[in-house]
């Protein structure tokens, strides 16, 4: 039997990134991976087969919720065994034994027919509670194709908007719930200016969207405009805040949009 949304199994949680690599296919201005050739002191990798089982099987030992995320500053969809990895990581999850909640952040930029298919068939296997797969969180950044080069440091805005959009179709077709799709727009000087465009063209193609300038906290598609994290926290906090009014956002007078814990 399904378990149902919103059951638990402990009253506490914590947040565990097994990233699968730290290396990243694109180039992204406002991204500290894209300035170094190694992101932990030592040369990039892409995880191994048994780093990864061992560290699945591991979660067993965690009292409190586990929260997985197969990222941190790598681009996850990028190692050789993604979909390997991750379909294993569900088929041991029976009744939430070892994670909670799944979460996945990616650039979009490799991201087939086959593998929206298999993440809607993860996300909404039997023997799981129902939200497990919590939401898919894509970082685009962009609306034009020119603009998508600018800030990505690559060539892949329309391939991005296709992959999203006919994950977003395969969803819609199979009528399924989850995962929720969050699109996220780092504000700042370069792509500011397409902040109306970005909303207007998400709003049209996701579920009912929710649209916010700090981290998104309610389990609905979400459009997310973020402040640029830099030398000037000031500065780019301002253009934050007058971009997320200038498309019609009800936000604070004074002082920054989010929290300071936000991602």
Request: charged share 25%; net charge negative.
């Amino acid at each position: 039997m399904k378990p149902k949304s919103g059951d638990t199994f402990r009253s506490m949680s914590i947040n565990i990134n097994l990233e699968l690599t730290d290396h990243c296919n694109i180039k992204c201005t406002m991204c500290s991976q894209s300035m170094r050739d190694d992101a932990h002191g030592m040369p990039k990798k892409f995880m191994n087969w048994d780093t990864w089982k061992d560290s699945l099987h591991g979660l067993s030992d965690i009292e409190e919720d586990v929260h997985l995320c197969p990222h941190w500053l790598g681009e996850p969809t990028i190692h050789p065994e993604f979909d390997k990895f991750v379909e294993y990581a569900f088929a041991i999850n029976q009744g939430n034994r070892l994670f909670r909640e799944f979460k996945l952040h990616t650039n979009g930029v490799v991201f087939s027919a086959a593998r929206s298919k298999l993440l809607l068939r993860l996300a909404n296997s039997p023997g799981q509670l129902e939200d497990t797969f919590r939401f898919l969180h894509f970082s685009v950044d962009a609306h034009s194709p020119p603009v998508y080069k600018l800030i990505k440091g690559a060539d892949r805005g329309e391939q991005v908007y296709k992959n999203i959009e006919r994950f977003l179709k395969i969803r819609d077709e199979l009528q399924l719930t989850w995962p929720k799709v969050t699109l996220a727009y780092v504000v700042q000087p370069g792509n500011d200016h397409e902040a109306r465009d970005f909303l207007e063209h998400w709003q049209m193609r996701l579920r009912a969207p929710a649209v916010t300038y700090d981290w998104p906290s309610e389990l609905r598609d979400t459009i997310y405009f973020r402040p640029l994290n830099c030398g000037d926290q000031d500065q780019a906090d301002k253009l934050h805040a007058d971009t997320c009014r200038a498309i019609g956002m009800d936000v604070p007078d004074t002082g920054r949009l989010r929290a300071a814990e936000s991602f």
